[in-house]
């Protein structure tokens, strides 16, 4: 599918793999001409966040935005009003990175009033090889959570099931299995696969129709 709302939001639980996605996302973006705002809004995850790609983020031309906190040991964020004013700049592209529990979506849910006004895509990203996303049950618990607290819908859900560098077809194909029946309950339509270009390649022709690669694994543990 082809996204062509002007503002994007990536969700999804811990070790989805949701800031990859972003990331990856806001690059494709840039390189294909359009004016990039990436705001990072995961406020739960201090490992994982969109906010430590800044200097690549900044190579490509992409502005980062992140809460007051970023970078602190504060646990409570102050929004700087650069994050409201991008629902004013009608010119840039905007993707939002946010955590996917009710603390992240809570924070996404101050946005409320704007998005009311402004046509956005909501992905939410499925990750099946994670504690408490390896089950229908468990993930549609959690996106319907992220959902009330928001008050936000979820447009669509991606299949980004992997181990990392150690992830093979089957761990994705498995993990298609989970996210079909997470869409079927939910009447979410999956929007991509998502993974690595050369496990990709691999695809059955079935699910080659929906398909996003992450050119480059950006986000690495500091303890790599």
């Given at each position: 599918?082809?996204?062509t709302?002007?503002?994007?939001?990536f969700?999804?639980?811990?070790g989805s793999g949701?800031t990859?996605l972003?990331?990856n996302?806001s690059?494709?973006?840039?390189?294909?001409g359009h004016?990039?705002?990436?705001?990072?809004?995961?406020i739960v995850?201090?490992f994982?966040r969109s906010?430590e790609?800044?200097?690549?983020?900044?190579?490509h031309g992409?502005k980062?935005l992140?809460?007051?906190?970023?970078?602190t040991?504060?646990?409570?964020?102050?929004?700087p009003?650069d994050?409201y004013g991008?629902?004013c700049?009608?010119?840039s592209?905007?993707v939002?990175?946010?955590?996917?529990?009710?603390?992240g979506?809570?924070?996404l849910?101050?946005?409320?009033?704007?998005?009311?006004?402004?046509?956005?895509?909501?992905?939410y990203?499925?990750?099946t090889l994670?504690p408490?996303?390896?089950n229908?049950?468990?993930?549609?618990?959690?996106l319907m959570?992220?959902?009330?607290?928001s008050r936000?819908n979820?447009?669509?859900?991606?299949?980004?099931?992997n181990?990392?560098?150690e992830?093979?077809i089957?761990?994705i194909l498995?993990?298609q299995c989970?996210?079909e029946d997470?869409?079927?309950e939910?009447?979410?339509?999956?929007?991509?696969v998502?993974?690595r270009k050369?496990l990709l390649?691999?695809?059955?022709?079935?699910?080659r129709?929906g398909i996003?690669s992450?050119d480059k694994l950006?986000?690495?543990?500091p303890w790599?």
């Amino acid at each position: 599918m082809k996204d062509t709302t002007r503002v994007t939001l990536f969700t999804g639980h811990f070790g989805s793999g949701k800031t990859e996605l972003a990331i990856n996302y806001s690059i494709k973006l840039s390189k294909q001409g359009h004016k990039v705002t990436l705001v990072d809004l995961d406020i739960v995850n201090p490992f994982f966040r969109s906010n430590e790609a800044k200097d690549i983020l900044n190579a490509h031309g992409i502005k980062v935005l992140a809460p007051n906190f970023a970078d602190t040991t504060l646990d409570i964020p102050s929004l700087p009003p650069d994050i409201y004013g991008v629902f004013c700049d009608e010119s840039s592209k905007v993707v939002f990175d946010v955590g996917g529990d009710e603390v992240g979506a809570t924070v996404l849910g101050r946005f409320y009033p704007q998005f009311r006004e402004e046509p956005y895509t909501m992905f939410y990203v499925i990750n099946t090889l994670r504690p408490l996303s390896s089950n229908k049950d468990d993930i549609v618990d959690m996106l319907m959570a992220v959902q009330k607290h928001s008050r936000l819908n979820v447009s669509y859900l991606i299949n980004n099931s992997n181990l990392s560098y150690e992830t093979d077809i089957n761990h994705i194909l498995d993990g298609q299995c989970i996210v079909e029946d997470v869409s079927r309950e939910t009447n979410i339509p999956i929007a991509f696969v998502s993974a690595r270009k050369d496990l990709l390649g691999k695809l059955p022709d079935m699910h080659r129709t929906g398909i996003f690669s992450l050119d480059k694994l950006y986000m690495q543990p500091p303890w790599i």
